[in-house]
């Protein structure tokens, strides 16, 4: 006998409020139930009395929250019998697709920027198996040859724009809810589809609504693949923030951008394709968008690194690096509750993490005189 339940993946643990029948066969690699990380430092570095907590995305199957939607996608398309996925990505959803594409023995074709991917996400696509197209393009272009191509191939798109997506993606906020025991005041993310703010925010709905239909607009593009909500609101909903960044941000331009550029790759999409549902989620909670420039990511990156031992990519970071600037200006005021979610994990992009380090690092003589000299020399 086991001490306890063995945790098998966020479809079992949700599946009551998630499209799966009884005996429909999962496609999981151990997925959700990530770890939500009080910040002890960052408000005494900051000198704000603020309760953040980070959410800890990076620690899934494939290093990014989009194995929460990538099991719930795969699932569902082995269901419907589809042999091949495909998808366009920055790079994290290429990583998802290919490892779930290969523990359910189909194919998977991602399309990437060429050059523009980060180098543990490029690796995880290869090693998998998955067949890796890389364009002379963008995401946006990426995503647009996707829709066009599966018009005319037998091939499933895993992109957020596949409602499953959405619904695998809802659970982080169920665990939140679970963990803190209500929603946090705040909940802040970075935005580049728009598909994870919006998977939250339904999440958060579905999670206070009492029963009965549908209580967001937002939930009307599940496709009525939300079995809960409607009637009354029984819990608190947090405000929903988006930050992109700022060489990136359709959100904060009011319109699409064609050519978008950021350190922060996961997220540099100027044509979201979440767009719609995102500003309904804004409106719906009372939040915002916001921006924040490369420097400020990549800062918060090596903040939150070096003073609570949490890695995280740049793009991850966003979501604190904005939620930093609005505590400090008071939109965000002292005594809240905030999450962050920290979307992937810090080793997916191991160059810009190693370019922008300035922490010491010595070569010295394999001796021991050399090795103590280094330590003493570098005593705080
Ligand atoms: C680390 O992999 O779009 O706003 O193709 O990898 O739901 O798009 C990645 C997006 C944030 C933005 N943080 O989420 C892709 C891709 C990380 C990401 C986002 C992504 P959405």
Redesign the pocket.
Known sequence: MPFRERYTGLINRYRDRLPVHDDTRIISLGEGNTPLIRLNNIPGIIGKDVDIYVKYEGLNPTG?F?DRGMTMAVTKAVEEGSRAIIC???????AAAAAYAARAGITAFVLIPEGKIAMGKLAQAMMHGSVVIQIKGN?DDGMRLVKEVAEEAPVTIVN?INPYRLQGQKTAAFEIVEELGRAPDYHCL????????TAHWIGYCEYSSASGDHVTEACAFCHGQCRYAGGAIVGNRPKMVGYQAAGSAPFMRGAMVDNPDTVAT??R?GHPQSWDMAWKVKDESGGWFDECSDAEILATQKLLAENEGVFC?P??ATSLAGALNDINTGKIPEGSSIVCTL??HGLKDPDTAIKQSTAPMLTVEATLDSVKTAILDNMS
């Open positions: 990014s989009k366009a990505s920055t790079g994290n959803t290429s995401f957020s970075p935005v580049g589809n728009a598909g994870n703010i996961a997220i999409i990519e793009a991850s979307t992937g």
